[in-house]
């Protein structure tokens, strides 16, 4: 019998999409033959507005891009500024400290919502929340630290806003003390389950020359079994002190992507943990002119971001504004692949591979 | 064994029964805020310099400040921040030098109306000449006057902000 396909729009209003996202899927029954994304939903022009301001005053747009996790994408930011203006090794050692503990904090948050929200979206909306309520912890962590919850614009090109407050420190401590317990649930109550394991595990894999092939980076490209990490392979800040490992996974399936986030909770709160046992006393913010004038010239710094790698190129003409300001997104580069991972799966499990790159539609459309 | 996962996942619920409520009943119970919390603005028009660094700081054109010059020195007549497009980045209250503007714990900012968003901290005629203590330095004598004056001020700038801000505010 001949039967035609049809095309079938999922999004741009559809909850497992993390935002406003269209893919129209080329349907055979309910397998997907085509699947092509659209992303544009969220677009606000940050890059074009960043031209209008100055370099501090772009520190607020970059929370905006990944809100889940605004920490990394200030840093992000800052550190492509502070190379254009060669001030790299003059960052205090305190500030860089402070970068990393509240980096890693925002990256447990950013995972912490992937795992949530995947459970979500494969069915258990229960898993969401658990860790919602966990997270809410780290937020409040960084609503001492800087008063806001998600929009956190707290770190400056030279250093960090404030130092941390007192109540910070306990919080924090608790906190990374009861990590390993709250991961021990999710994987209790997600990771173990067997209908969650029967709709992840071998669907939408991901071989590791497809994912090197397709820039893909992050824990989606770890999950794939290839040990990237830029806080390992190329430290930036003071990575290169801490002792932590790189999980990865086997199959590159969703359930693999999925698990490597888990482990890598724990190994942000090792980092914390020797962070706050080591951090220095100093200034947090190097002597840096009150009006920012990068040297003309261009200048591209990368961090690892909860997504992947965030990229940054800032062009500067000599004046307080900067030229031109690009972002390399993580997720939005992520998604380049999606298409092809999609082909031959059912409906349902284009939601679940959807979910597994983890994608967040602030960054994607920036 | 099948079915292994799915009990261990149902103890994990069934634990939660037995803890503490993490949430809280909102508009009767707050949950407490940080010091730093970002909410509000408040300006202490006493302190304002009427520099305009707060207004060059902001990166959304935010904040518009009227000054008249009052003897020799600029005297802050009008202070309006046009909320509606603030980022809560508070970049403003780290550029003010004098720290006059300041964000409280003020949460409930929501209005019925546009027009009625539009934050002024500050509304106020310039006096023909600043009061005795304003003019003088603070080690000339007229401290209780100056205080008073101040005092008066703060209620004038006080009232002017409470009447744009939201009649449900605290």
Redesign the interface.
């Given at each position: 019998m001949k039967t035609q396909t049809y095309s079938l729009n999922m999004g741009p209003q559809h909850p497992s999409t993390h935002g406003v996202f269209r893919i129209v899927l080329e349907l055979d029954g309910e397998v997907v033959v085509k699947a092509t994304p659209v992303p544009g939903y969220l677009h606000r022009g940050i890059e074009k507005l960043a031209e209008a301001?100055t370099y501090?005053?772009?520190?607020?747009?970059t929370?905006r891009m990944d809100y889940l996790a605004s920490m990394l994408m200030n840093w992000g930011y800052v550190a492509a500024v502070e190379k254009l203006m060669g001030i790299e090794e003059e960052i205090p050692e305190r500030a860089q400290y402070i970068r990393v503990i509240t980096g890693e904090l925002s990256r447990i948050a950013s995972h912490m919502i992937a795992t949530g929200d995947y459970a979500g979206n494969i069915g258990g909306l229960?898993g969401f929340t658990?860790t919602f309520?966990d997270r809410?912890r780290i937020m409040?962590m960084f609503?001492?630290?800087?008063?806001?919850r998600m929009?956190v614009?707290y770190f400056r090109i030279g250093g960090v806003?404030?130092d941390l407050?007192d109540e910070f420190f306990p919080a924090c401590r608790q906190f990374i003390s009861d990590l390993p317990s709250m991961c021990d649930?999710y994987d209790?109550?997600?990771t173990?389950?067997?209908?969650?394991?029967a709709r992840t595990k071998h669907v939408g894999i991901i071989t590791p020359e497809d994912g090197i092939n397709y820039g893909i980076t992050g824990p989606s490209l770890r999950g794939s079994g290839i040990a990237y990490d830029l806080r390992k392979v190329r430290p930036y800040s003071v990575y290169d002190r801490f002792d932590f490992e790189v999980p990865l996974g086997e199959r590159g399936d969703c359930f693999d992507r999925f698990s490597c986030r888990i482990k890598e909770m724990r190994q942000s709160a090792r980092i914390i943990g020797q962070a706050l046992d080591n951090l220095p006393d100093g200034p947090i913010l190097a002597k840096v002119p009150k009006v920012i004038k990068p040297p003309a010239g261009d200048a591209y710094a990368e961090i690892e971001s909860s997504k992947g790698v965030l990229g940054c190129y800032v062009v500067s003409d000599g004046s307080p504004k900067p030229y031109r300001v690009h972002f390399r997104r993580p997720s939005f580069i992520n998604l380049g692949m999606l298409g092809k991972m999609c082909e031959g799966w059912k409906i349902a499990d284009v939601i679940a591979i959807l979910g597994s790159i983890d994608i967040v539609l602030g960054e994607v459309d920036c | 064994m099948f079915g292994q996962g799915l009990i261990k996942g149902l103890q994990v619920t069934w634990h939660e029964m037995f803890k503490k409520k993490v949430t809280v009943q909102y508009p009767e119970e707050h949950a407490p805020l940080a010091a730093r919390y970002h909410g509000r603005f408040q300006l202490d028009a006493d302190k304002c310099i009427a520099c305009g660094m707060c207004a060059n700081a902001c990166p959304n054109k935010v904040i518009q400040i009227t000054k008249e010059k009052v003897g020799k020195k600029q005297y802050l007549t009008k202070y309006v921040m046009r909320i509606e497009y603030c980022l809560f980045c508070g970049l403003c209250v780290e550029s003010c030098p004098k720290d006059a503007i300041a964000f409280s714990h003020i949460i409930n900012m929501n209005q019925f109306y546009r027009d009625k968003v539009r934050l002024v901290l500050v509304d106020r005629p310039a006096p023909e000449s600043l009061p005795e203590g304003e003019a003088a330095e603070p080690d000339a004598g007229g401290a209780a006057a100056g205080k008073a004056a101040r005092v008066q001020q703060a209620a004038r700038a006080q009232a002017a902000a409470g009447k744009a801000a939201d009649k449900e505010g605290e």
């Open positions: 301001r501090t005053q772009v520190i607020p747009y929370d229960t658990y309520r809410e409040d609503e001492m630290v800087c008063g806001s929009t614009s806003a404030a407050p649930e209790g109550l997600i173990g389950n067997e209908i969650f394991q | -």
